[in-house]
Each structure stands twice: as C-alpha cells, then as structure tokens.
C-alpha cells in the first residue's frame, strides 16, 4: 500500500502542466484580482471638501449652516465644510480644492464645475435637506402641534446607512470574486485527477500498462490515486488559503476550519471529476482536457467569477443551476462561514458536494473496472 502511495505521489509532483493548473495559475489570478479590485468601494468612503459662502443673515441660513456642521461632525463625516468668501469659494473651486460651493440662503443652493459621484452626494444631501426643511414649515404651518414629533424624527435619521452583514462586519463589493477564486481553483483539480486516470488506462500510456498487468485490485488502485491526488491538491489549496488571507489580507471569515472543511470537499470534487472525464470512453486526451475545461470554467462563471452578479442572476432565475453547480456550491458555503451566518445552508452545501463526489467516484471506478484489453 506504501509504494503505491509513494510512487503515486511523485508522479502526481512531476505532471509540471497539471501542477501550475492547479496550485501556480490561481495563485496569479489571486494576484491579478487583488490589484484590480483592492480599490473597489473605497472612493466613496472619501470625505468631500466643500466651500460654504454665506450670502445672507438670516435664521434660514443659519439652519443650513448648523445641518451642514452635523454633516461634517457626525460619525460618518461625509464633508469637510469651510467658510470663505464667494470669491474665494470660486477661486478654490476652480483649482478643484473644493467639489462643491454650498451658498447659505433663505433656500439654499449648490453649484459644482462638473459630474461625478461626490457631486451627486453633495446634490443628494442638498435635496435632503430642502424636502425635510419643506416638511417642517409644512408641518409648522398646519400643525404646529405635531412640530416636537417631526423634529425629533429628523433628528433620528441624521446618521447615513451603512451596508453591513448580519454579523455585523461590512461588507466588500470584491470578496464575491475570492470567494469564486477558490471554487475555480477546487474544481482545477480536475487536472491532477485527470492525469491519475490517464495512468489506469493501459491503451493510453505505458505507465497504466505497466500498473494493470499486476495483481493489484483496480479499485484499490482507484482509492490509493484518488487520495494522494487529493492530499496533493488540498496542500495546493491551502498555499492559496494562506495566500490570500495573510499576504494579501482578504477576509474569509473568522471561522478558519470551516473554510478549510469547505477546500478539502471542493478540492475532492475537482479531482473526483478529473478521474470521472479521463474514465470516460476512449476520446482523444486534448477532447477530454476540452471538456474539463468547458465544465470548470462555466461552473465558475456562473458563480460569479467574471461577473458578481451572474450568480445572484442565476439564483433568481434558474436557481436549480446554484444547488447542482458545485463551483456556485463552494463559493455559497463560504460566504456562509465570511458573510452570511447560515449553519444550516452552510451543511447543505457540503452535503451536495459530497453526494457529488460519491456519484463521480463510483462512476469513475465502474468505467475503469469494466475495461478489458485484447493484449498488453
């Protein structure tokens, strides 16, 4: 059982091509992703520098004077407010120090030198302002007896939303693609479990002759090749695992064994379907690799690897695709452990990929068992 373990791993760590699929390529895709999303959602968090000009003296003006001092001293500190004269207001908005010229009036008015996502907030918190403003002279004028109840309202919804998880932890619009990162790399295990079944297949190369003129029972040597090609990938997963969360420092949850749980099922699938498509008939090996390549990729696609959003698409839509889309599998199961607390979809999950596993494996062992050759 030793030399087959043995000799089977250093095979396994000589197929140079199946190692970069699986181990080198997501490692580079992981790097691509980071430096092409690391500044996702972040612009927006950015305080906005504006220039108040105040044009004249009166209680109005000075409302919007005090709404704007909360705007800048409250928690989120959307902007950063200072008082000058209209023409140093210009002056500073023309040299694009300021986005944005507040002028304190009896109505107040803004006025930007161009479009964009900060002079949208500055128009939003404007109009904000001015309906709420509205409401209350509204209120002040036919019922000046519910004027306590409509202030402190307003004063209760002074603070902005913040996007959050059910846990509590923000959330970051690039994570969906880690975590699609990892189901593609589980699932490119097909190709070390690919190379294990070419060598079980004596009409394809001389290594499978040599192994199927011995005594050794085939689904023993099914078992012995499914392992160790497993242990070879899940170490390859895990270099990515570390990879990501302590060099690149993306967050996959507090919960690092059930993430782990999660690589080694994923990892066990990929290989499983690897050995199931090399079992399969006697295709040429560049069709087989073809087809491997169709079903990973399109698995990962549709959970969200190219575009975030495709996999929420399927799930409104088509959403018996997410429970048979083992890629769409692992990459739920882990934003349950990252973002959504969800034991019981978490398991699931798992139980899914493993029933999947189970039915490869054995079809994989049932093609190879039935095979008989003329002579070796």
Known sequence: MMHLIKYRFLCTMRDRVAMFWAMAFPLIL?????????NVG??????IPVALVE??????????GSFLDEMEQGESKVIDVETVSEEKALQLLKENEVQGIFYARDVPTL?????????????????????NAHMIRTVAEEK???MAAAVETLADYQNLVKETTITGKETNGSQQYFLA??????LYGCFLGFSTAMNLQANLTSLAVRRCITPTHRLKMVFVDLLVTFFVHFVNLMILLVYLVFVLKIDLGANLGKTMLVCAVGGLIGVAMGIFVGSCGKGREGVKIGIMLA??????????????QIKHLVEVNVPVLNRINPAALISDALYCISIYDDPARYIRDIGILLLMVLIL????????????YDSI
């Open 30 to 38: 992981g790097t691509l992703f980071y430096f092409a999303l690391s």
């Open 42 to 47: 972040k612009d927006s968090l950015k305080t």
């Open 55 to 64: 044009t004249t003296q009166s209680e109005a003006a000075d409302t919007f």
């Open 111 to 131: 006025t930007v030198a161009s479009e964009g996502i900060e002079e949208s907030v500055l128009q939003t918190l404007l109009d904000s302002y001015n309906r």
């Open 144 to 146: 000046p007896e519910g």
């Open 181 to 186: 990162l990892i189901a593609m790399a589980c």
């Open 295 to 308: 079903i990973s990729m399109t698995c990962s696609f549709l959970a969200g690897l190219m575009q975030a």
């Open 361 to 372: 494996g054995l079809g994989a062992f049932l093609m190879v068992r039935r095979e008989r």
